[in-house]
Each structure stands twice: as C-alpha cells, then as structure tokens.
C-alpha cells in the first residue's frame, strides 16, 4: 500500500468529484429530478466586518445535491485505488 498520498490530493479529488458531479445533476435534472434533490449549507445573509478604513464581507455557502453525493464517492474510490 502506498503511504505518499496526501491530504491535499484528496481535497483536490473530492472538489472536482462535487464539481463535476454537480454539472451532470443540473444536466439531467429534466430526466432524473432525484439527482437534483439536495441542501444548501453555508452562512446566510454574508457577516460584514466593517473596520472604519476598511470593509470586509465574509460568506460561504456549499448546495449538495444527490448527484454531487456520487461524484465525491467516485472521488474517494480513485483515491483509495491511486
């Protein structure tokens, strides 16, 4: 079993699994309306921290979807096999 793998390729593996996967379910969205089924987990409204000279504005917010679910297990399978 190779040791050399690191965190930051698995990041890397499991965005674009959800990136991707996220395309094919707003894709097939009309044909298969469970792939498009999901929640949206972030901060609602953004939190601004105004410091008189300057203003920042925070906010996140991740919509997973069924079909974003799949792409980041194939994700985790590529990675286990790598």
Do not use: Q, Y
């Amino acid at each position: 079993m190779r040791r050399d793998r690191s965190p930051g390729l698995l990041l890397v593996l499991v965005l674009i699994g959800a990136l991707l996967g996220s395309i094919v379910g707003e894709a097939l969205t009309k044909s298969v309306p469970l792939l498009a089924r999901g929640v949206s987990i972030g901060v609602e409204p953004p939190v601004t921290l105004d410091l008189f000279i300057l203003k920042l504005t925070f906010g996140v917010r991740m919509k997973l979807n069924v079909a974003s679910a799949v792409g980041i297990l194939l994700a985790l399978l590529l990675f286990r096999r790598a």
